[in-house]
């Protein structure tokens, strides 16, 4: 299949690329590279341009006829998107318009698209399923529920057909150690306190430390970046399939709070670190982790990874390569 990837030079995005050449795949990558990073692309096309930019997006759409499109171009950091929310309702929202209303003009029908756990806010009950109450508490997770909202009405309107991927924690790297994270600043606990085990940073901050936790700290559910990958396709074969839109949360069933985070990752690197805590950011619920079943049935997704020593060995090999 032919497939666009926009936002394929980001975290995910790159992995997602490098997933769907091996399956034999052709992705051309459309990314304004604000975030993202040419050298991630690897072998695949790259076109280099923005959602805001519907010229660009219609000479795009009319040069390749592709099959499905993939959208990873959000931004996603929960405090930034409450101190800036309009830069979150235009990219997130306004610019995804645009997107789709280029495929709606070019008649391509298939869309994955990056949701997230944001979208259910503080959970009224844990794991979190598909009917869980959506009640977002910051704009980042308001920004994804719109679109999803959106989505929705263009498929009763012109038939676009979509799937809704809500991920929780996005973490580790691809096992080769080749890509991996690269957020400038750098804002997930993880590659964090890997760059503070190298000593990149001085210190590792945790945003509050009174949760109503076993330990005081954020609990998490970590999917690896690769299952996510994983989760992608079958969405793909998914549409392909059935020709309908669904909704499925992604994460491993299970969470790990900032406290066991770090030591897995004091374990992992054999190296110990400076912690500092500061107060909450705003934004951030107490507890977020996914009841998967759904994604287990429907699309028949299975996540490899789960264990999470392997996931951050993995996220260490690509903090050591850089």
């Known amino acids: ?112 698209f990056s949701s997230t756990a944001a979208i259910f806010g503080e959970p009224q009950r844990i794991p979190i399923d598909e009917s869980h109450p959506k009640l977002p508490i910051n704009a980042y997770g308001r920004s994804k529920l719109m679109v999803e909202h959106i989505l929705q009405d263009l498929d009763q309107a012109f038939e676009l057909k979509s799937v809704s991927l809500r991920y929780f924690n996005a973490a580790g790297a691809d096992e080769s150690g080749d890509i991996g994270e690269r957020h400038l600043p750098e804002t997930h606990l993880i590659p964090i306190l890997l760059q503070t085990a190298l000593g990149i940073r001085e210190k590792a901050v945790v945003f509050g430390s009174d949760y109503p936790t076993q330990d005081g700290t954020c609990i998490r559910d970590y999917v690896h970046v690769s299952d996510l990958c994983e989760a992608h396709m079958a969405a793909l074969n998914y549409l392909n399939k059935e020709q309908a839109s669904n909704c499925f949360n992604l994460g491993n069933g299970e969470g790990f709070s ?56 993995h996220a260490w090999q690509f903090e050591q390569k850089k």
């Open 258 to 313: 900032v406290e066991e985070v770090i030591d897995a990752v004091k374990k992992v690197t054999g190296k110990n670190f400076d912690v500092v805590y500061e107060n909450r950011r705003e934004g951030d619920p107490a507890i977020l982790v996914a009841d998967s079943k759904l994604a287990r049935q429907v699309l028949d997704w299975r996540p490899r990874y789960t264990d999470l020593e392997t996931i951050i060995q």
């Open 1 to 112: 299949m032919k497939l666009l990837i926009v936002g394929g030079a980001g975290y995910i995005g790159s992995h997602m690329v490098k997933h769907l050449m091996q399956c034999g795949h052709d992705p051309i990558v459309f990314d304004n590279l604000s975030t993202g990073h040419r050298d991630a692309v690897r072998d695949a096309q790259l076109i280099e341009g923005d959602l805001a930019d519907s010229r660009a997006l219609k000479k795009l759409f009319n040069t390749h006829e592709f099959d499905a499109v993939m959208h990873f171009a959000s931004f996603s950091q929960v405090a930034e998107s409450v101190k800036k929310p309009d830069v979150y309702y235009l990219n997130n929202v306004a610019c995804t318009i645009n997107l789709l209303h280029a495929m709606i003009n070019a008649n391509i029908k298939q869309f994955v």
